[in-house]
């Protein structure tokens, strides 16, 4: 018996969390095409866009419709079809019979996109320890050398990059996590377990989506070179799976982890992710201390007079 | 609790990622390169925590390696 349930299947995490990994798996599945990132669902999400103000009117393309005649979920329906339009042509185009999508900044715009496609796809959700996504964000923008829109609403509300970040974390897994609890047909998958034992959580990502697994998958995944487009640079230099990136943020000093462990913390433990240890804020006199011997440490490296 | 050749490595193996395991107790940790100046401001937070006392600038060129750590450790100690 065919399965009935959703055919659609979407790729949801926070940027940096493993997604383009989980899109080359998934593209790699002989019936399954999932192309680079598309920002059909996000370009999606802002056409709802809307404002609300005190009167309680929702001003955006769906209130406005409605005054026209159009209902919500026929607005909804069509906007689905535009999206899954593009995407079956792309599947069919492949040779593929379902396809896929994942555009890592999704996850800031997942309500709308829940609103859209809640019940008419199924969602594949991953989520990564929030310190690492910050330091791995970090390093995306200085590779791209500036914030997209997303990242920057953050960046303007504070002024230290790294925490900045964190909160643009717990913003998108708070969605990512909210959308895991409120939808039956979303999983829920963690970074860290697939880069630690891929083939299972492989295993559970076909299950969810009613496709089998074969052993040949994981290594055609990284084997391929797929087809070029937006996504995590990364992991098209990668020709295996290792959990080099785990944990990362441990390299950070001392005071900027306890920092970001402030933001993120409630989020981690929620996520089931041990808190990260929160050292006292310096004194200004410990402050200056720690700032001095830093100095120092970089005149003795630099072979400069160590004497007073 | 006291500070030991292990719980060094093991502080100085999470702040950097590496594998420390090879790097005997004499080996030059900042000269060489192996741990940065960030690692070291907060290899002085960690001594200064378990010893009560203050690192002064002085002791810095003192801690090139694990067993000079341990020694400049045991030394703030007994003060």
Known sequence: MSDSRPQGIVIIGTPRAGTTLLRRILDAHPRIACPPETYLLSAAARFLHE???????????????????????????????????????????????RWAEKTAFDAFHLPAIERMLSGHVRFVCIQRHGLDVACSLAELVDKTGGYVQELHDYLRRDPEPLVALAHAWVDAAEHVAGLVERDPLALDLRYEDL???????????????????????????????????????????????????VDRWRTLPSPTASRLAEVCNPMLVRLGYEPVEIDQAPSDEDARHRYAMGLRLQQMRAGKSHEQ | MELTSTSVREFLGKKTRADLTKVSDDDKLFSSGIIDSFVMIDLLGFLEKHTGARVAPEDLQAIDSVRSILELAASKSKR
Do not use: C, M, N
């Not at chain 1, 906007?79 to 593009?86: A, I, Q, S, T």
């Open chain 1, 51 to 97: 404002e609300r103000f005190a009167a309680g009117l929702r001003i955006g393309v769906l209130s406005g419709l409605a005054f026209a005649g159009f209902e919500e979920p026929e607005v909804l329906a069509r906007l689905r079809g535009l999206v899954f339009g593009f995407l079956d042509d792309h599947a069919r185009a492949r040779g593929k019979s």
């Open chain 1, 195 to 245: 880069v630690r034992d891929p083939e299972a959580v492989v295993r559970r990502v076909l299950e969810h989506v009613g496709e089998p697994y074969d052993d040949t998958l994981l290594a055609r995944a990284l084997a391929e070179p797929g087809q070029l487009g937006f996504g995590d640079w990364k992991t098209y230099g990668r020709a295996a799976i290792d959990g080099s990136s």
